[in-house]
């Protein structure tokens, strides 16, 4: 099940992942928000890839063998707001907000 964040991406929620939160799509742009809290853009990824991890087994797994080793990964910092564009805050904030609706959702059905 997913999303649409306010600038239109689509958030994906990563149930049962030991590694990843969630997965915003944004065009060719992968955005991948971590358990950790970690969060990187890859770019240029195409949505074929993209749809292809979101329906894997295990996400988690597949990211590991067919994304990190491809592409180069852009670690947006949330924790400080110096280093980034003053909206990616927000984009966080709304990812996880947008997780808890999903959850809610499926929690209700």
Do not use: C, W
Not at 100 to 106: F, P, R, V
């Amino acid at each position: 099940m997913s999303k649409k964040t306010k600038e239109g991406r689509d958030f994906h929620r990563v149930k049962g992942s030991s590694s990843i939160q969630g997965i915003e799509v944004n065009g060719e742009d992968l955005t991948i928000t971590f358990i950790n809290g970690g969060k990187y853009v890859y770019a240029d990824v195409g949505r074929d890839r993209m749809e292809e991890m979101i329906m894997a087994e295990s996400p988690g797994s597949f990211f590991a063998r067919e994304i990190r080793p491809n592409y180069e990964g852009v670690r947006i910092d949330v924790d400080d707001p110096e280093e980034i564009e003053p909206e990616s805050n927000d984009i966080s904030a709304e990812a996880s907000a947008i997780a808890d609706e999903l959850d809610a959702e499926e929690g209700a059905s």
